[in-house]
């Protein structure tokens, strides 16, 4: 399993969340299982998404589809700031308590 981590300021999360929900990469068809999202207690603008994939191929592939369809669009992604910060993770090891 891989993750691709996404970590990017908005100008109004409502907003986001909104194109998010339209999925204008196809996060499914693009081999996603699922995702996370998280925002720090104290920012309002800012937003971290996990996203897990099956395999890191997967994982840059999706990466390279936001990177040259979604983001460069003011009208697929209307309420993101600057260029998002972005990891692909694999787990190396997990333990529950």
Known sequence: MATL???LQVRDYELWRS???KDAGGRERSGARGYRIFRPAEQDHEVMLDLDFGSVAEAGAFLDTLRTQVWPSTEKSPAKIGEPKTHILEMVEAREY
Do not use: V
């Open 5 to 7: 981590r996404i970590e």
């Open 19 to 21: 194109a998010f929900e």
